[in-house]
């Protein structure tokens, strides 16, 4: 039996660079749309999530992720995982992929290919809200792409803005998010709110907003105003509209119309050029269709590297 390929982490990130990764991206949802199913499994607090998708043409992934709470308390990390990766022609196992460089890739990618369509590709003052582990893929997946952009940090706990900033000189912390969302040109949230912290009326035409954190049925970063004021796209239909609080509570008590939610990326033509006297809106939903696209892309630079 032959070695399974293993891409671990920094290996595989040493060939990848934004930009290109988002033109794979959009080269993928040129592609028959996948075919996608989750399942999950519980123990108490534990979870065993597998992710699988099929693109016809491209091949097929499965994701598999392990989440246990107590982990952090014994010096282990609380997410764990890998995503298997095989063969569109043959279905033969061509690799096992880090699953956190998968899912970094992907999550930044995904809200930077949205930017990238719809934002002014002029904007010098763009805002990340949150300073997770997300905020800091942003700083580097929006750095690159708008490098002349001056890049702020908002978080509730401003200590833990102050700490990703420092980690990466250059940025700067936003004290007063009132403030660092008027004066933005792209404001990106990476939260893990249920309620609101952005409001319509701090929005002005120009800018885009772009939503990462909201991933559950009660969960939203944006108000019913700032939905009614933009021009609303995503990722994926069949991961946002009855699945997340964005759009799935605004929808069901009139804010918006399902019409409203004008195309995702199995429709770039769609996206517009930039507007400066409009409002732009787009919800990173993700998907295993994105695990997919994003283990195919780092093999494909494996191999044209190594």
């Known amino acids: 039996m032959t070695n399974i390929l293993h891409i671990p982490f920094a290996e595989g990130e040493a060939n990848l660079d934004w930009l290109a990764f988002c033109d794979a991206l959009a080269a993928g949802h040129k592609l028959p749309k996948a075919e996608v199913a989750d399942s999950f499994l519980y123990r108490g607090k534990d979870t065993l999530l597998n992710r699988a998708a099929w693109i016809d043409g491209m091949g097929l992934a499965v994701k598999n992720a392990t989440v246990f709470p107590g ?8 997410i764990n995982g890998g995503v ?3 063969g569109d022609g043959d279905g033969v196992l061509e690799a096992l992929v880090d699953f956190h460089l998968v899912t970094k890739w992907k999550t930044a990618g995904d809200t930077l290919l949205g930017a990238l369509r719809l934002a002014n590709p002029a904007s010098r003052e763009i805002l990340i809200v949150g300073a997770g582990t997300v905020g800091a893929s942003l700083i580097e997946a929006f750095g690159t792409a708008y490098p002349e952009a001056q890049i702020r940090i908002w978080n509730r706990t401003i200590t833990k803005a102050d700490a990703l900033t420092a980690a990466y000189p250059g940025t700067q912390t936003a004290p007063d998010l009132e403030a660092a969302v008027r004066a933005a040109d792209i404001i990106i949230t990476c939260t893990m709110s249920s309620t609101p912290v952005i409001r319509g009326e701090w929005l002005r035409p120009g800018q885009h907003l772009n939503m990462i954190g909201a991933y559950r049925p009660d969960m939203r970063e944006a108000d019913d105003t700032a939905l009614q004021r933009s021009q609303i796209y995503c990722d994926s239909f069949d991961t946002t509209i009855d699945h997340i609080g964005e759009f799935k509570i605004p929808l069901a008590n009139g804010a918006i119309q399902r019409e409203d939610i004008l195309a995702d990326f199995y429709a770039l033509d769609s996206f517009p050029a ?3 006297g409009q409002i732009t809106l787009f919800k ?6 994105l695990d997919l696209m994003t283990s195919r892309h780092i093999l494909e630079r494996w191999h044209a590297t190594t």
């Open 71 to 78: 982990n952090p308390e014994h010096g282990k990390p609380m």
């Open 274 to 276: 930039f507007d400066p």
């Open 84 to 86: 298997y990766l095989y």
């Open 284 to 289: 990173n939903g993700g998907g295993a269709h």
